[in-house]
């Protein structure tokens, strides 16, 4: 008998725009204050200095936007789009409460409050901040509705809510603004129909995903868990050039128990274990799990012999 898994959460990633990695100390001496009015030639290589630090944050070269942003304290270049950026680049190194402080200095700017919005949704709803995660990115797409990031965060609060046709929305209108990543949409969308057990759906987005952005790990993963989810283990657990094994065998080895698939659960976790070569404290942890719903699923029930 299959039954589901409570205590188990699908080994899947949701990207969001910008969602990076650990947190980390700032590398700045400061964060950037509020901006003070500053002479044209300023305003200038204010406006020049943005840009260059929007292309290295689209790029991912988050050393040279940090560099950038350094020069422009260093040179007291100011501007309320400096300071947004400043907050992206918090955003994309994980640190997401200082991001916020930054949107904060300039969400009441008109020019810089539809993406300040965004910026600070999106780093609301890394941080598990829901409510006002949702609430904000609400006021970012009412106030421009071309901001994709904003859109594709706002699916995945709607998705925690498991309100899917709010979600499915959501995607929809991120995936049809232009310049969206849509690879990172396409891969949030399939989670989205994993989450409502939609394999086949999920399949699709994830492979149309891989297709726009071939490097994109977290697709990879998910589109790894759908074929399990669907018992294909041995195609599931294919690995190539720079995968991890053991934390492949052991995402597919928690889709077997997700599943209820006990005996090839434990087969693949002990698989993950032994590739690790060490250790393995989340993998040991899913098999451990999995002994226990297996136990669970093979007591048998009790038939009361009470007169209704």
């Keep these: 008998m299959r039954r589901s898994i ?38 200038d290589s204010a406006v020049l200095l943005a840009e260059q630090v929007r292309q290295a944050l689209d790029e991912r070269r988050l050393v040279d936007a940090t560099d950038l942003l350094e020069k422009a304290k260093a040179e007291n270049i ?16 994980g640190d997401y409460a200082a991001a916020v402080t930054q949107f904060h200095m300039v969400d009441t700017n008109p020019g810089e409050r539809p993406q300040a919005l965004q910026g600070e ?12 995660a949702l609430a904000t990115l609400k006021q970012a797409t009412a106030a421009d509705k071309s901001l994709w990031r904003a859109w594709n965060a706002l ?12 979600s499915q929305a959501a995607y929809a209108e991120a995936l049809a603004t232009p310049g969206a990543n849509t690879a990172i949409v396409l891969n949030n969308r399939g989670y989205s129909h994993l989450l409502q057990r939609q394999n086949d759906l999920a ?16 697709a990879r993963t998910n589109l790894r868990i759908t074929m399990a989810m669907e018992g294909h283990y041995d ?27 006990y005996v090839e659960a434990g087969k693949l976790l002990n698989q993950a274990i032994e590739a690790k070569g060490k250790y393995y404290e989340r993998a040991a942890d899913n098999l451990q799990l999995t002994k226990e719903l ?13 007169t209704p």
């Design 235 to 261: 195609r599931a657990a294919v690995t190539g050039a720079g995968d991890d094994r053991a934390a492949v065998l052991n995402n597919v080895g928690l889709a077997a128990a997700i599943r209820g698939d």
């Design 78 to 93: 100011q501007s309320p789009r400096l300071t947004a950026l400043t907050g992206e680049l918090f955003i994309a190194r």
């Design 294 to 306: 297996q136990q669970k699923a093979q007591e048998p029930a009790i038939v009361s012999d009470a």
């Design 155 to 166: 699916g995945r609060e709607y998705d925690m809510r498991r309100d899917w046709k709010k």
């Design 6 to 43: 409570g205590r188990l959460a699908l080994p899947i990633l949701a990207l969001a725009a910008f969602a990076g990695g650990p947190s980390f100390a700032s590398p700045f001496s400061h964060v950037f204050g509020k901006p003070h009015p500053v002479s044209a030639a300023s305003a």
């Design 203 to 218: 399949a699709a987005d994830f492979v149309a995903a891989l297709d726009k952005d071939p490097g994109l790990t977290a």
């Design 121 to 132: 949704g999106v780093a609301l709803s890394m941080m598990g901040k829901s409510d006002e």
